[in-house]
């Protein structure tokens, strides 16, 4: 005879995909599981943009200089922001945020490369 205990018995914690049975904790600690939605239809013409953006902004962070990049940690660093310089990087290029950019910049008094193109 097996023996079987729930997760909290044994103080484990589920979290995330285990077979085909999604599990997580909603707000009153409470396991919540349900089956994995396998989604049959194809991704929408506006997911492949973002998709494409992502890619080229990653492309664009990979051809900067280890010198170019430790530039924008620093930044981050020294603002305290709650991201690295790679997430910065990143997040102006998806969203063309170039005023952000240029205020980390002076405010941080760290010079930073050139910020991403916008790709729409």
């Known amino acids: 005879m097996a023996w079987t205990f729930p997760p ?3 103080a ?3 979290s995330g995909d285990i077979g085909d049975v999604t599990y997580y ?6 396991t919540v ?3 994995k ?4 239809e194809p991704t929408s013409p ?3 943009a973002q ?7 990653q492309a664009q962070w ?6 170019q990049k430790e530039a924008l940690e620093q930044a981050c660093r020294i603002l305290s922001m709650p991201m690295t310089g790679q997430n910065l990087y990143i997040s102006v290029a998806l969203r063309a945020d170039f005023g952000a950019y240029s205020t980390v910049a002076s405010q941080s008094g760290v010079t930073l490369p050139p910020p991403p193109t916008y790709v729409p």
């Open 51 to 57: 998709r494409s953006r992502f890619k080229t902004a």
């Open 33 to 35: 599981a349900f089956p």
């Open 8 to 10: 909290q018995l044994l």
């Open 37 to 40: 939605d396998w989604r049959q």
């Open 12 to 14: 484990l914690e589920l």
């Open 46 to 48: 506006g997911r492949l």
């Open 25 to 30: 904790q909603n707000k009153n600690k409470k």
């Open 62 to 67: 990979s051809s900067l200089t280890d010198l």
